[in-house]
C-alpha cells in the first residue's frame, strides 16, 4: 500500500459540510460540486492513484470537527486532515489579506485594495501552517494538487522541503496585468511569484492570465521565459491554460427532473410576463450588479414598448455583509430595485423582481430552464461557471445567453451576446437583440455552447490538467537524467584518463564568465583563468576557447597557450601564430544595414551596438524586458526584409543580443576546424547560448557536449548554473 501514489488536495475549504443532531452526533455532507466530481473521478483512475485510494484533503477547519483523539476525519471518500488556525490569526489571513488584498487587486479594484502588513504576516503564517501538516504527511509518489489564491505561498513552501515531489498549483480567479500586480509591495511581489513557481504546474482559466503571469515572473524574479514555461536556476515550470467547466451530464438532467418541473411551474405562474430575464450572482462588487441593474433601466427608458411584457429575476447570493463595502453595496442595489420599479412598474408588474437569498439546487435549475435571458455581466471574472450551467441545462435549445466580455468563459461560449458590463447602451441593445431573436438562431447558439462544453466539461478539465503534469514532470525528468552528478564526472575522468589527445573547446560569456549587464566588464569566474593554464601547461591537453567576442577581448583575457576563435569563428589563433581570417570577408553589407541597428537602438533606451570586425551585434539586456521583446522580433523582420531570405549574411537571435555575420561562420564551422587540427580522441565542450547548439551539433558522437542552465539543448549533459564548470574543468586537474 505505501507504493501506492496518493492523491493530495490542498484548498482553504474542506469537501464535507459538518453539521450536528441534536444528539450532538456529528453529521458529515459531502459536497456535490463539480470540483469535488472531479477529483473523485481522478480516484476511480485505479492506473493514476492505488485502487479504492481515498482522496486525502488538507483544508481549513475549526477543531468542533474532531472527536476525541482524531487528527482527521474520513468518509467512502476522503481523508481529510483538518487545518486548524485559530481565529485571530484566520480573520487577518482570510478576511484580511485573501479577501481584502488579494481578491481586489486581482479584480482590477486598486482602491479597495489594503496593504496591511500584519494581514501579509498572517498569511504568511497560515500558508506556513498548511506547509508544516503536509510536509509530515507527504510522502514519495504522492501528487499535491493546491487549490487558488489563499494558498499562494504553499507551493514554494512545499518544494524546499521535498524538492522532487509532483506539485500543482490552480489559480481560480484573474491573475492581473503587471502594471497592476505591482502595486503590491515588493517583497509581496516577489514572495508571492516565488511560492506559486514552487509547483511544477501552474494552472489559470485563460491564456490572458497565464501571459499576465509570465510577465509578472519576468519583471519581478528576472527568470526567462516562453510562451508556456519558465526557466529556473534548476528547473523547468510550465505555466498553461485550463478553463474550468461544470459537470455537463448534471445539469443537463435537470431540465426533466420532477423536482425542477414543478418549481418551474410554481415560478411560471407568479411571472407572468412575456418575457424573463434571469440573473444570479453573490453580493460582490466585481459582478456588476449596478451596471446590470443601470444597464436594464436604460432598456427600460429607450424601449417603453416592452414594458409590462418583460420581467428580470435578480437573485443576490448574501456574501460578507458585515464588512462595511458589501453592505454599502447591498444598500446601493436594494436603493436602485427600488428606484426601478417605483419609476416605471404598475399595480401589476414590477420590472425588477429581487431576493437576496440562496437558492436551492431544484430552485437554480428552475430558474435556468424557464428564462428567455440569461443576463450575465461581470466587471471581471476568472470564469463564471453560472454561464455555462443555464447552457448545460437548456436541453430544449432555447433561451440566449447575455455574458460579460470580461468573463473567462467569453472565450469559449462563441454563442453568447458578448457586451462590455459598463456600457448601458451597448447591455440595452443586447437585451433587445436577445428578446427578438427567432427559435432558429437560439437553437444554433445553444448547440454551439453545448457542444464545447460537453467535449471539455470538469472531468476533462481535470484529466487535462493531470496530463499535463505528468508531461511536465517527464520533461523535469528528462533534464534530471543529463544533469552532470559526481557519478558522470568520474566517467568523464576516467574517458580522460584513456586518452592522449585531449581538447576542450570552451565558449566564454554565459560559460566561463557570469552574464552582467555590460559586456565591456565581464572578467572570468574567480580561478578559471588559472585552471585554464594547467589544463593548457599538459602537453596533451589543448583548450580553445570559441566566443561570440572579438580578437581584443580574448587577447586580453587568456594566455598565448590557448587556441582562440573570435567573432563565432571568423578569426582564428593557434598558439603561436597570428591572427587569421577564415574565409573571404566584404564588409560593404554593414552600411546597409548599420541605420536599422541605429533606429532600434535610439528607440530602445539602454540597448547599443557592438561593431566587430566581421560582424554587428545590438545587445538589449539592459532595456525593459518585455518591450525589449517586442521590439527585438520587430528587428530581426526588419533586418530580414532588407537583406532578403536568400542573403549570405546570417542573423543570430542570442541570449538578449541580435548578431548579423556572414552565413558561412558559425561556431560549429571553427569547433570542426579545431578538430580537425588536432584529431583529438577526448572532446569536451561547454556552452550556454543558441549560438552553442552549432558547436554541439558539429561534433563527433564521442564528444561531451554540456549545456550551461536548464533549457532544451542538444548537448549531452546540463548544470544549472554557470558557476558549476569551475566544477567540471578541476575534475581534470
Known sequence: MNDEKRLIIVAYRIPFKVTFKESGERVLQQNSGGLVSAILSLAEKGDVFGKNQKIHWFGYSTPDILQEGETQVENENFIVHPVL??????????????????????????????????????????????????????????????????????????????????????????????????????????????????????????????????????????????????????????????????????????YNDPGVIEKRKEFLKDLSAEKNIFSVDRLDYSKGLIHRLNGFEYFLDQYPQWHTRVVLTMIVVPSRETILKYAEMKHELEEAVGRINGKYGTLGWRPVIYLYRSLSFEELGALYTLADVALITPIRDGMNLVAKEFVATRTDKKGVLILSEMAGASLELNGAILINPTDKRTLAAAIIQALTMDEQEQTQRMQMMQDRIRVYDIFKWTEDYMDQLDIIKLKQMEFEEKIINQDVLKSFKQIFDESSRRLFLLDYDGTLSPIVPDPSSSKPSVGIVDVLKKLSSDFNVNVAIISGRDKEFLNYIFDPNTILSAEHGAFLRIPGQDWELQYDYNDQWKRSVLPVFQKYTDRCAG?????????????????????????????????????????????????????????????????????????????????????????????PDNALTIKVGVKNSSAKFTIKTQEEVMTILNTFL
Open 85 to 254: 488556525i485559530e481565529d485571530a490569526l484566520n480573520d487577518a489571513y482570510y478576511e484580511g489579506f485573501c479577501n481584502s488584498t488579494i481578491w481586489p487587486i486581482s479584480h482590477y479594484y486598486p482602491y479597495l485594495t489594503s496593504f496591511n502588513e500584519e494581514d501579509y504576516e498572517a498569511y504568511v503564517k497560515a500558508n506556513k501552517i498548511f506547509a508544516d501538516q503536509i510536509n509530515a504527511f507527504i510522502r514519495p509518489g504522492d501528487m499535491v494538487w493546491i487549490q487558488d489564491y489563499q494558498l499562494m505561498l504553499l507551493p514554494g513552501m512545499l518544494r524546499s522541503e521535498n524538492p522532487d515531489a509532483s506539485i500543482g498549483y490552480f489559480h481560480h480567479i484573474p491573475f492581473a496585468t503587471f502594471e497592476i500586480f505591482r502595486l503590491l509591495p515588493k517583497q509581496w511581489q516577489t514572495e508571492l511569484l516565488k511560492g506559486m513557481i514552487g509547483a511544477d504546474l501552474v494552472g489559470f482559466h485563460t491564456n490572458d492570465y497565464s501571459q499576465y503571469f509570465l510577465r509578472s515572473v519576468q519583471r519581478v524574479l528576472g527568470y526567462d521565459t516562453t510562451a508556456r514555461d519558465i526557466s529556473i536556476p534548476n528547473r523547468i515550470v510550465r505555466v498553461d491554460t485550463f478553463p474550468i467547466s461544470i459537470d455537463y451530464n448534471k445539469f443537463q438532467e435537470l
Open 607 to 699: 540597448s547599443f551596438i557592438e561593431n566587430k570586425s566581421t560582424s554587428l551585434a545590438w545587445h538589449y539586456r539592459n532595456t525593459e524586458k518585455e518591450y525589449a521583446h517586442i521590439r527585438s522580433r520587430e528587428f530581426i523582420e526588419e533586418l530580414e526584409n532588407k537583406v532578403g531570405i536568400k542573403s549570405n549574411l546570417a542573423i543570430i537571435d542570442g541570449d538578449k543580443v541580435i548578431e548579423m555575420k556572414p552565413s558561412d561562420v558559425d561556431k560549429g564551422i571553427a569547433a570542426r576546424k579545431i578538430c580537425d587540427l588536432y584529431q583529438p580522441d577526448f572532446i569536451l565542450s561547454i556552452g550556454d547560448d543558441r549560438t552553442d547548439e552549432d558547436m554541439f551539433k558539429a561534433l
